[in-house]
DNA sequence: GTTATTGCAAATGATTTGCACAAGG
DNA sequence: CCTTGTGCAAATCATTTGCAATAAC
């Protein structure tokens, strides 16, 4: 875990009087062992592994707390669970493009986009707070190799791919 | 009602030998009645006016043959509903700024944004199908003027303004 | 008459919450 | 000890679905 988390979520803890309890501990270091993306039950599928007790409700209880500290971020990709994004501290990025075929979501940023969109908000009278752009697109590799690796992989691991309406 | 829209609708239920109900004229009518946005809960008050039968389930189940015959457009705002778009034939925008204070909606088109994500998506190795941008905003005239006409009546229609979480 | 449609109530599925018990400081 | 945190099960809430009754065509 990055030292700027820590430090963020000691100041944090102490700030708001929380207590250091050994769920919480397991929960954190998942959530930022990886950079990934993850739903709160894949996350509660991996605290499982190293806490077997841990509920869900301490796990969305606690996915809470790092929204609240500023560490992790809950993003929107129109399916019908709610994402977490942990690694955003370095990087603004609020945009993602999401490959219908397979799954794979792509972070990235734009300083000519964000500066579009912020000429555009103040010029319908308003002040932009956050914005975020998501682009649905296929892969062109399985389009040109009839195959994706990211389509292969999403499938072994049962991940569901669409909207489920 | 556009004639474009009854001309696709009629072409859409002889197509998939769908029938026609009372309750689909009244639920069609009433989604095609106004160009704003709306959610199944508020539209199912609506036709409740005209027809005091009419389950929510009919609404539902008609709000999806109407997304599959390309005439209503769902789009996510972000909150735990579902938004519909009833007037975008004309306007294929899927963009939208959403005022925090006042939860007005405010949509929009822009070339040169539609130009700069296709041609960082086509960079990223994808082809893309669609997009929306989501502007997240405070209201000029709320903090200028210290009120928003918005604001008011969106209170005193008692409208939730954010994520309820 | 078939086959699509409806209303109702029950099912879903992600997330939240009330509560009694457990544990941090 | 005094609060905060936890697990559990029940509650939410938008949306979906099974089913028997009903209505198009």
Not at 56 to 81: F, K, M, S
Not at 144 to 163: M, Y
């Amino acid at each position: 875990m990055d030292a700027t988390v820590q430090a963020r979520l000691d100041e944090f803890i102490s700030r708001r009087g929380l207590r250091r309890t050994a769920q919480r501990e397991v929960i954190v270091s998942e959530v930022f062992s990886k950079d990934e993306h993850f739903s709160a039950d894949e996350l509660f599928e991996r605290v499982r592994t190293s806490a077997a007790n841990t509920s869900r409700a301490t796990v969305y209880r606690t996915l809470g707390l790092l929204v609240a500290a500023g560490l992790l971020r809950e993003i929107d990709l129109g399916d019908e669970q709610t994402t977490y994004d942990p690694n955003f501290l370095d990087k603004p990025a609020h945009n993602h493009l999401v490959c219908i075929d397979c799954g794979r979501v792509v972070e990235f940023e734009d300083a000519q986009l964000e500066n579009l969109t912020a000429c555009m908000t103040r010029r319908l009278g308003f002040e932009p707070i956050r914005q975020s752009l998501k682009i649905e697109a296929t892969c062109e590799q399985l389009r040109n190799q009839g195959r994706c690796a990211n389509l292969i992989a999403a499938r072994l691991s049962g991940k569901r791919l669409r909207k489920k309406r």
